[in-house]
């Protein structure tokens, strides 16, 4: 099983709502990553976490919050967005953080309204 | 230092024809060289990487060339298919440095029968 799934697929959020988003990889992958990509622009590295722990956060606002429970899964929980954090998030997983390739998700295609 | 620089923008093939997708980097720490291919709506996927211990790899249509002197890397697609309409991005990141890649701007190939 070479995928990383993600869910929900579309989400439409107010700006005073809580929502979040859930990634999932049975890979035996240690490394697990958020990225945000806006229309027409690569992927923006948001968060890496290795072996269950926050190795990275590229200064991301605190509106964004990640949470790893466990090795295969992965959660972003949103709160207070703005309209300009409308865009894809991608999670991605990789053997570890050390090298070698990541493995992307769908992407959940997230609206803020 | 950090960038990677991705030319052209678009492109424009013939059916048949080859693509030819260029990028050039200024950090010789890099060690990782991926190609990923990313259709509308899904999220990137890997198409071909390659490190700098070889100048060339192959894998079906997909070829990467990479010129460690000059620290440019390009990506052919022979016999070019409408399939292949998609943007492509090229990337680099550095072994131990928690995966983190660095991402070119994108090209996005159309291919026309």
């Known amino acids: 099983d070479t995928e990383v799934t993600q869910t929900p697929k579309h989400l439409v959020m107010g700006m005073t709502n809580k929502k979040s988003l859930k990634c999932e990889q049975h890979?035996?992958?240690?490394?697990m990553y958020w990225y945000k990509q806006k229309a027409k622009k690569p992927p923006e590295l948001m968060f890496v976490?290795?072996?269950?722990?926050?190795?990275i956060n590229e200064s991301v606002p605190s509106r964004f919050s990640p949470e790893c429970p466990n090795s295969s899964l992965l959660n972003l929980h949103l709160h207070a967005l703005q309209p300009e954090d409308s865009a894809l998030y991608l999670c991605a997983s990789s053997q570890t953080d050390r090298g070698g390739e990541q493995f992307f998700g769908p992407g959940t295609r997230l609206t803020v309204l | 230092q950090q960038q990677v620089k991705q030319s052209p923008q678009s492109l424009i093939v013939q059916k048949g024809g080859i693509s030819i997708i260029n990028c050039a980097y200024e950090n010789t720490a890099f060690d990782y060289f991926p190609w990923y291919q990313q259709f509308p709506g899904k999220g990137p996927a890997l198409l071909i990487a390659i490190r700098p211990d070889v100048s060339e790899k192959k894998e079906g249509r997909f070829t990467i060339s990479f010129n460690k002197s000059a620290k440019q890397f390009s990506l052919h697609i022979m016999d070019s298919q409408p399939g292949d309409s998609a943007t492509y991005f090229c990337?680099?990141?550095?072994?131990?440095?928690?995966?983190?890649?660095?991402f070119g701007a994108g090209t996005r190939l159309a291919v026309h029968p």
């Open positions: 890979m035996g992958h240690r490394a």
């Open positions: 990337a680099a990141s550095i072994r131990g440095g928690y995966n983190k890649l660095i």
């Open positions: 976490y290795s072996y269950e722990k926050l190795s």
